[in-house]
Every structure is written in C-alpha cells, then in structure tokens.
C-alpha cells in the first residue's frame, strides 16, 4: 500500500482539504516505468521542480508496498535495475529532451542527444533534470539479442560515438542498437 498526504477539492464543500491517496499494488509488471512530478501548479504559480532525486540504478525494492494476499515462497523477487532515464531541460513552455539508456548485451550506459550518442557513467545518471525513469525486474533476464563486438585494433580517445551529421558527410560508420525486449 503507498499512501500519501494530499490536498485535494472537496467538491461538496467546496474547499481545498488535506485528504490520503491510498495505492493497492497486488503485483508488478517486468517494466516499471516512473514519471517523476517536475511541474508544479498552483492557482497562483506554476513552475518547474528542479529538485535532485536520488533514485537507485540497482535493487530498487518494491517488497514492502505489494499487497500479499497469501505469504509465498514462490513469488518473483520484487527488485529492479534502472535500464533509461529521460530527462527534461527547460521550463515550463518549452525544452529538450535527452535520455540514458544502458545497452543490454554489455551493460554500457549511453547518453542520447537528438542525434549525438555517447558514452555515459553511471555517476552522470542521476541529474535533476531526470523525469521518466524506465527499471527492469531482476527475475525477467534482459539477455543479449547480438555477439559481442570483437576487439577493434583501433582505439578512439574521444567519447563521441556517432552522429547523424558525421554518417552524411560520410565520416561515421558506427552505430548502437538499443533493445529492451
């Protein structure tokens, strides 16, 4: 159960009152997906929340809010690993939008930019610009849908990867596929 302090219209009353939002879970799917509330309204301000949060890359743990019928030993594990984020720069009225994902065949983080693709960190993950966060559970195993890239004997320096401006010039011949299946 996931209960918050609201403050909600009372429509028999007519006034704003502080009232709970109760959330049953009685199971979870194998993608969770959270959208992060960024913008705030307000009947006089309207804004947007640039808060940080700290969400977990791995084992985010959704035991404690299922509702359990029955105690089992045979249900799934209730934990999940972040697999993409998509996050807003801007305001209101206007922005960008970019996101990380991770590749699942070697665990790699990229950051996509409209056409830029390049290397991510884990450590650059969290921002407060984050606002979809997409996880995968951990029993459901995201298995590796290509053979591993063999060892290139050339070695870039830069963390550019390919660029839609570069394969028209004709200058990049790299690309990444991202699957989730």
């Known amino acids: 159960c996931v209960c918050v302090r609201v403050c909600r219209y009372c429509p028999v009353c007519k006034k704003h009152q502080l009232a709970t939002k109760k959330l049953d879970l009685w199971s979870l799917p194998e993608v969770l997906i959270i959208h992060l509330k960024r913008f705030s309204y307000t009947k006089f301000t309207r804004e947007k929340l640039e808060t940080i949060v700290d969400f977990p890359l791995r084992d985010l743990d959704f035991s404690s809010f299922l509702l359990r019928r029955h105690l089992s030993t045979e249900e799934p594990p209730s934990r999940y690993d972040l697999i993409a984020v998509s996050n807003h720069y801007g305001g209101l009225r206007d922005g960008h939008y970019t996101s990380y994902a991770q590749n699942k065949d070697n665990g790699q983080w990229y950051y996509f930019d409209d056409s ?66």
Not at 147 to 154: D, H, Y
């Open 116 to 181: 830029k693709v390049t290397y991510a960190s884990e450590e650059q993950i969290v921002t407060n610009a984050a606002y979809v966060l997409f996880y995968h559970r951990q029993d459901k195993i995201r298995k590796p849908s290509l053979p591993a890239p063999k060892e290139s004997s050339t070695s870039s320096t830069t963390n550019d990867i390919t660029s839609c401006k570069d394969e028209e010039a004709g200058l990049g011949t790299s690309s990444v596929t991202m699957e989730t299946d």
